[in-house]
């Protein structure tokens, strides 16, 4: 089953495919749009292009579990992609993966402009091993 996992940002936005078996993170790339109808569209050719048959959309809930209007902002792209695809996401707790996400980068020598381009495809692969994990 290949996956595709979803950190939404309101400009850039990580995506991270799993590979056919359902079990590794594979490609990762960022978008960059502002518009959330045409980021639901790319998702959803994205998705069809690469035979997604589940799609996961990071939740930023609040350290202390409530949500804010950033989960809100992700429940409406969730939303938008479940009508252009037909797959219901799952909403994954992504608390600290961005957090993450920078400490991988700068373990790896990535700074400044080369993090920032990375940083939103890192946290949707930290999306999709997370949920991947739970399948094991």
């Not at 936005?13 to 594979?26: K, N, R, Y």
């Not at 978008?31 to 035979?51: F, H, P, S, V, Y």
């Not at 949500?67 to 219901?88: C, D, H, N």
Request: charged share 30%; proline share 1%.
């Amino acid at each position: 089953m290949r996956v595709m996992a979803v950190d939404y940002g309101d400009e850039r936005t990580g995506v991270a495919f799993s590979d056919i078996m359902g079990i590794l993170v594979g490609e990762t790339f960022v978008i960059k749009e502002w518009n959330i109808q045409t980021l639901a569209d790319k998702l959803a050719n994205a998705a069809q292009e690469r035979g997604v048959q589940a799609i996961v959309i990071g939740n930023p809930k609040n350290m202390d579990g409530t949500e804010g209007q950033r989960a809100e902002k992700s429940r409406a792209l969730a939303q938008l992609v479940f009508e252009k695809t037909g797959i219901e996401p799952i909403m994954w707790d992504e608390r600290r993966t961005t957090v993450d996400a920078h400490r991988i980068l700068s373990e790896n020598g990535k700074f400044g402009r080369k993090r920032k381009e990375l940083v939103d495809a890192v946290a949707a692969s930290l999306i999709l091993e997370g949920y991947l994990g739970t399948l094991r």
